[in-house]
């Protein structure tokens, strides 16, 4: 049985007339009373009684009409689902961010125009992210590093500074910044190689001429957050992931560009489907000027975060 036969056949018995069918469903009369007798043919049955200009179901003719109005209204309910997630009117967006501080503005932004979408976030490193997008777990993720990799399409959006954080009794507590040589000497705690904020200091020391110290590397910005607080050396942290707290002090870099820069992902082969457009193209619209400024031109939009936290 074909769907355009029981279609028919729905019409028909619906409106009682073959004529008043066709016009229904946009065909010819031929076309319809061709696909009913098909249908009967086919299980060698008689779903309708025909007398002259007068169409009646048959007893089967009325089982099957229960059927295939539970058939075409879940057709109409799904048809309704899809519309409505095409649309953004409802669903669910996954995204799985290395952080909450570089999504939670994205979120905002997405859900005041979007408020009958569902978002559910969830946090880890940047290998963690991108086997979820892999995975077809989260729909879109946000990072703070890019590298090429044709699997994924990638949108800088949001720029930010890295600072330098101390204890309350460090020599830097009563600066506000400091010059990127004033780093040659000091004890550094740094995150896992990797990670992005470590890169941006790195890449601005090597620069510099600085060698860096580094006595101990820490993969949690909690541990390292405590570590600063007991007077163990002092630490690179983004600007946006800095949390004040007493005894801890945090100084800008005066004479160097020390930055990150957030950038939002999804599989190259998803960037054109309804949801995930949406959010890619509202969180390009509105990424930082700098973070604009500094995607060169041939820089294909493929590329995404290294494997690293």
Known sequence: MRLTQLRSFHAVAATGSFTRAAERLHVSQPTVTTQVAQLEALYRVELFHRGGRQVRLTGLGERLLQLSRQIFGMEA?????????????????????????????????????????????????????????????????????????????????????VLICCNGAHRFARRRSIGIAELRHEKLLMREQGSTTRLALETALQAAGVAPDVVMEIASREIIREAVMLGAGVAAVSAVEFVPGRGLHAVSISDARVRTCAHLVCLAERRDIGMVRVFMDLSEAAQAPACRAERAPDQVPDQVPDPAP
């Open 77 to 161: 309910e799904a048809v309704q689902l899809l519309r409505d997630e095409g649309e953004l009117r409802s669903g669910h967006l996954r995204v799985a961010a290395v952080g909450p501080h570089h999504v939670t503005r994205m979120l905002m932004a997405f859900h005041q125009r979007h408020p009958g979408v569902s978002v559910s976030v969830s946090t880890g490193n940047s290998q963690d992210v991108l086997d979820r997008l892999l995975a077809y777990e989260a729909d879109v993720g946000v990072l703070a590093q890019a590298s090429r990799d044709r699997r994924f399409a990638a949108v800088p959006y949001s720029e930010h500074p």
